[in-house]
């Protein structure tokens, strides 16, 4: 540990310093109240706080020192936490030296930091909602109610997301589609929002509450305005497609709707089956639609918007199944997906709410359900997809209650995690409906010649390997981030984890907002979660982006860069290095020769000082982290008192 | 140590568990969670009540003294199936060699066939001698015979190095 | 094709047909072999006894295969060919274990190659030789017969270090054998392991996993079984008779090594192929199979 009385000591003795203290809890407000004291007793000029991180308290004491009267960026944060004591715990010698040689750099520091302004910019008090599932949609009237506009931008022709593929929902075994479609006809009615289906983001370009955002809306070959929903079209359509809604289980027409309560009810024209695109007949949708809605010469549109901020919520989407070979899924009909069994439970799926082997049509007379199929998995995805084994409670137990007594109804498992606010109820009432648990997990799922499923599981907790022949296996699937994730983390520029879900900006202190200014992140796209989760995050999201752009305006950092203009040749190698491409070309006219100068965007600039580094020339310096600045820290880390030349 | 198995009063031995580490390259048996996928497929489960996912938890938690004397570990068929399947790309094969590796090194109990092997090396190269074989009409015939070309047995260095390799204790 | 081959002990001292119908059958599509200037134990077996010692075999072996400039090696035993894989995958990663190993490597002057490329039969003929050069040199079809395929284990699995054909659903075998203009149906026994392995210690066990498997496939009707690892063979083919009585089960199932069953159709004599070494009852197959009229 540090012996912050040495430090205080030896800062003493440092040139220029004419008061040192220590002080436990420096940050309360008697501390502050000392600060200030001293700043208008002594006439100080420069302030070194040789404390904890400066992410912790560095805005605190510089709202300290703006109240005495000081500048706040004359301000010089030493980190003596994690830099030496959180780390050097096993030599408190050495480690008050090192904490001495910080402070003494601090002071070299601060001596030349220079006093700087924040800048006020004006907003767009709109926000771009990416993604119409429960996330995107809850961000979006959260954002709407509070006075803002929305533009809800949806890829598919839909609003609802996976929310309303769902049967019913866990722990209350409400039915999905009855919450959720009362806020999907929310969306569409709300007069703040903009809602554009069938659609996605081409480009973004601009900075936060300054966003300009160019959206292409897919043609539908459908006039969204006349067409009233009423189904005729799909009823003629000759053309049988697999139904994605339905998992794959059930079959739509080429002219279709996702599902009865879509919104909007509009029809879509799947151009990869239609009969007139690929081989110029048909056209019967045309011929029986009374409100003359079809338009086979229908063109995509471009749509540009300015917004404040964006929230993403592009959601999730299921592990591949098939991917896992030894679990036999594609080698027969009834091993199937969780959601694929999500579709044979819901009344408005293709049984109709039945559950029926999809092999048979039969009911089964055994259900064996498989977790962590794709989770959990370090040769797939190593994390844990925190709702399997909920969806697999809620299943069996509407199995149970669907099939009645005579099914036997078994769940493999490594563990049953029931973390959340009615979760470890809900599966004990899973248990006392005759649900036996296995604790293992098979190693393979064999299919034989006649169709017969077995497979063969090692209960650990009673030892016995059993064998279980069963007439529906569902593989419980963890979630993957949806195809489109990497799209839209290069779009603006947000960072992905390691498990390809999008970046927040801190794991537990800022779970719904990434390191880009304005951008935030709502539902599955952040990492897989439930409703109740999705829902905190997307109303954290909305609050965040709303209490950013109500005020019609923002204040920037004022730590950017800035560049010299005399010095600049015009190499570009900083428009080339900058990763938030804030440096911009402009040409100039000097002497009647063209020539080209580098500007820095200021509300773009995060102040990463990568353009400082590159440039040949020195032409840019970086607002409160200029060379000379960090130079002088340098020197005083390795010169002694004598040695030091100051400017 | 803070515990002990009521059932056998054993306490487990972190030494061992150091040295099973060591000799599989360190690659974290702890990384097993239980799953027991290994132990549903292990080929030599139902006729030998092989449990791998057993093994891996024992050897964790430090109780190898009990593999070892059980002998258990001579009845891995060596198929591989747990290592390809395992979620955490845990691999009881090796920890299940490196058990028979102790095994020997602790003077326990280990099938003549192996040691026979390890002899038959030293003194040929080979882990068996050559054999003379019987045809479907009783004939008796040998390589030279079938008209297949001489061993080329290895050279005299080999047999030294070979002893030495056998006195390393780590992989 | 130039190869070098390392045949192993199984092969070098008793499982003579396996080494003699490669020797016939390989230079029949263009691939020359040449053998190391010496042959010892891969260190499989030592494995169990001192793991290091075992590496230390294997790395040797790779040696004195790479000492002939050849970069191609042909292991025709399963087992071999995992262990002298294995081995070269852990020496690329593992800094501690490839000190050791080159330390005792240079104490007899051999040097480690880093660029031999390890081959198994099937994979071999599959990918480096291809379907349609085997297709054109059958002389004798096998249309009619069905052989059912048994690839192992050790040639499948591990996957992650890159192995001969899909650990879950190997096809290659079975594709060779359609080559011949034979079928080879699928089965749910395909991927059990003949247990050969388990003849060090526990006999029974074995011969009751060989005897398993067998029976399986004898039921389904087909003309033989095709294997393609000298442990294996020597399981499904010397020791039928003794799984049999293990199992209490009359077995009577004709069981060829791949190479054999391609040099029949490729026309070459039974005792060149080292078919009258087989204890299983080939002759019926041959009889059936019309190839020696």
Not at chain 1, 171 to 185: G, H, R, V, Y
Not at chain 3, 192 to 199: E, V
Request: hydrophobic share 40%; proline share 4%; net charge neutral.
């Amino acid at each position: 540990m540090v012996n912050v009385q040495k430090v205080t000591e030896n800062a003493k003795t440092l040139p220029d310093v004419v008061v040192a203290r220590h002080y436990a809890y420096t940050c309360s407000d008697p501390g502050q109240r000392m600060i200030e004291d001293d700043i208008r007793q002594y006439g100080i000029d420069r302030v070194v706080i040789a404390a904890c991180s400066p992410r912790m308290h560095e805005e605190t004491f510089r709202e300290t020192v703006a109240r005495a009267g000081l500048n706040p960026y004359l301000l010089e944060i030493v980190n003596l936490r994690e830099h030496v004591s959180w780390v050097h715990s096993e030599d408190p010698e050495k480690a008050t030296e090192k904490a001495m040689d910080l402070v003494r750099m601090g002071v070299e520091r601060a001596r030349l930091l220079e006093p700087l302004q924040k800048k006020k910019v004006s907003v767009e008090k709109s926000v771009l909602v990416i993604g119409g599932g429960i996330a995107g949609i809850q961000a979006a009237l959260d954002i709407a109610n509070a006075g803002l506009d929305v533009v809800l931008v949806e890829k598919s022709p839909t609003i609802g997301g996976k929310m309303a593929l769902l049967d019913k929902t866990f722990p209350t075994l409400d039915c999905s589609a009855c919450i959720l479609t009362p806020k999907m006809t929310e969306v569409a009615r709300h007069p703040r929002i903009k809602l554009l289906t069938y659609a996605e983001v081409e480009s973004v370009s601009g900075y936060v509450g300054n966003y300009e955002v160019t959206i292409l809306k897919k043609a539908r070959y459908v006039d969204e305005d006349k067409c009233k929903g009423c189904g005729v079209c799909a009823t003629k359509c000759p053309v049988k497609v697999s139904d994605e809604a339905n998992m794959g289980l059930g079959s739509r027409k080429a002219i279709f709707i996702l599902f009865p309560q879509a919104v909007p009810l509009v029809y879509t024209i799947d151009k990869e089956h239609c009969l007139y695109f690929l081989k110029g007949v048909c056209k019967i949708c045309e011929k029986f639609c009374e409100a003359r809605a079809i338009n086979f010469e229908q063109t995509p549109q471009r749509v540009k918007v300015k917004v404040g901020g964006i929230v993403i919520a592009v959601g999730a989407e299921l592990f591949d199944a098939s991917q896992i070979a030894e679990f036999a899924f594609g080698k027969s009909k009834n091993i199937i997906t969780n959601l694929q069994f999500e579709r044979l439970t819901n009344a408005s799926g293709p049984t109709h709410g039945e559950i029926l082997c999809p092999q048979t049509g039969k009911r089964p007379r055994s259900i064996v359900f498989v977790q962590c199929v794709g989770s959990r998995d370090r040769r797939f995805n190593e994390y844990c997809c925190r709702v399997g084994c909920m969806i697999t409670l809620k299943q069996a137990i509407l199995a149970r209650e669907k099939l009645g007594k005579d099914v036997d109804i078994y769940v493999c498992h490594i563990e049953i995690r029931s973390f959340g606010k009615g979760y470890e109820e809900f599966y004990r009432r899973a248990r006392d409906m005759n649900i036996k648990f296995i604790a293992g997990i098979p190693s393979e799922i064999r299919v034989e010649a006649d169709g017969t499923i077995r497979l063969e599981v090692f209960d650990k907790l009673t030892s016995k390997l059993l064998e279980i022949q069963s007439d529906l296996v569902v593989l419980a699937c963890g979630l993957i981030p949806d195809p489109d994730t990497r799209k839209i983390s290069e779009l603006l520029h947000v960072s992905r984890s390691p498990d390809g879900f999008l970046l927040e900006a801190h794991p537990k202190l800022r779970p719904l907002e990434t390191v880009i200014s304005g951008v935030f992140l709502a539902g599955t796209c952040q990492g897989p979660k439930d409703i109740p989760d999705t829902i905190a995050q997307a109303s954290g999201a909305a609050a965040k982006a709303v209490n950013l752009l109500l005020s019609g305006e923002i204040e920037l950092e004022p730590l950017k860069g800035v560049v010299n203009e005399e010095l600049c040749s015009g190499c570009r190698i900083c428009e080339f290095v900058c990763p938030f491409s804030a440096i911009e070309m402009r040409t100039e006219n000097l002497n009647g020769a063209e020539k080209l100068k580098a500007e820095i965007v200021e509300a773009l600039c995060q102040g990463c000082g990568l353009c400082e580094a590159a440039c040949p020339v020195k032409a840019i310096k970086i607002h409160h982290y200029t060379d000379e600045q960090i130079l002088a820290q340098v020197r005083a880390a390795y010169l002694s008192e004598s040695q030091l030349v100051r400017e | 140590m803070s515990l002990t198995d009521l059932m056998s009063m054993a306490k487990p031995n972190s030494e061992m568990r150091e040295r099973t580490l060591a000799k599989i390259g360190k690659r974290e048996f702890a990384d097993c969670f239980q799953c027991a996928k290994c132990t549903s497929g292990c080929t030599a489960f139902k006729l030998l009540e092989l449990k791998p996912h057993e093994v891996m938890r024992l050897v964790n938690l430090g109780f190898t003294g009990e593999l070892i004397s059980s002998e258990i570990s001579w009845t891995c068929v060596t198929c591989l199936k747990c290592m390809e399947r395992c979620p955490q790309q845990a691999s009881p094969y090796y920890v299940i060699m490196a058990l028979r590796n102790l095994t020997i090194e602790q003077g326990g109990k280990v099938p003549e066939a192996y040691l026979n092997a390890v002899s038959q090396i030293l003194e040929t190269g080979f882990m068996q001698a050559v054999q003379k074989v019987t045809a479907k009409n009783m004939e008796t015939l040998d390589r030279q015979k079938l008209g297949l070309p001489n061993i080329k047995n290895s050279a005299k260095t080999f047999k030294a190095t070979f002893l030495k390799a056998l006195e390393e204790r780590e992989v | 094709m130039k190869v070098t081959v390392f045949w192993g002990c199984k092969i070098l001292t008793s499982q003579y047909a396996y080494e003699m119908s490669v020797r016939r059958v390989l230079p029949e599509l263009g691939v020359e072999l040449v053998d190391l200037r010496e042959m010892h134990c891969c260190g499989d077996v030592v494995k169990s006894v001192n793991a290091f010692a075992a590496k230390y075999m294997a790395a040797r072996v790779l040696a004195l295969a790479g000492e002939t400039g050849i970069k191609e090696l042909l292991v025709p035993c399963s087992r071999c060919h995992f262990t002298l894989s294995e081995t070269q995958h852990l020496l690329r990663s593992d800094t501690n274990l490839r000190e050791k190993v080159f330390a005792l490597l240079k104490d007899e002057k051999l040097e480690y190659p880093s660029d031999v490329r390890i081959w198994h039969i099937i994979d071999l003929l599959y990918d480096a030789m291809g379907l349609s050069r085997i297709k054109e040199k059958v002389k004798k079809s096998l249309k009619g017969l069905k052989f059912s395929a048994h690839v192992g284990c050790q040639i499948i699995r591990p996957s992650i270090i890159g192995r001969v054909d899909n650990p879950e659903n190997p096809r290659k075998l079975n594709e060779l054998i359609r080559a011949l203009g034979a079928e080879s149906p699928d089965y749910p026994e395909k991927l059990d392991c003949c247990g050969s392995a388990l003849t060090f210690s526990h006999q029974e066990a074995a011969f009751t996993l060989a005897g398993s498997k067998l029976k399986a496939i004898q039921e389904m009707g087909v003309d033989g079984l095709i294997d393609s690892c000298p442990s294996c063979h020597e399981m499904f083919d010397a020791k039928q008779e003794e799984a049999s009585k293990i199992i209490g089960k009359k077995l009577s199932l004709p069981v060829l090594y791949y190479t054999q069953l391609l040099g029949l159709a490729l026309g070459m004599k039974m005792e060149d192929l080292g078919l009258h070494l087989n204890q299983s009852p080939v002759e019926k197959l041959i009889e059936k199979s019309g190839v020696h009229s």
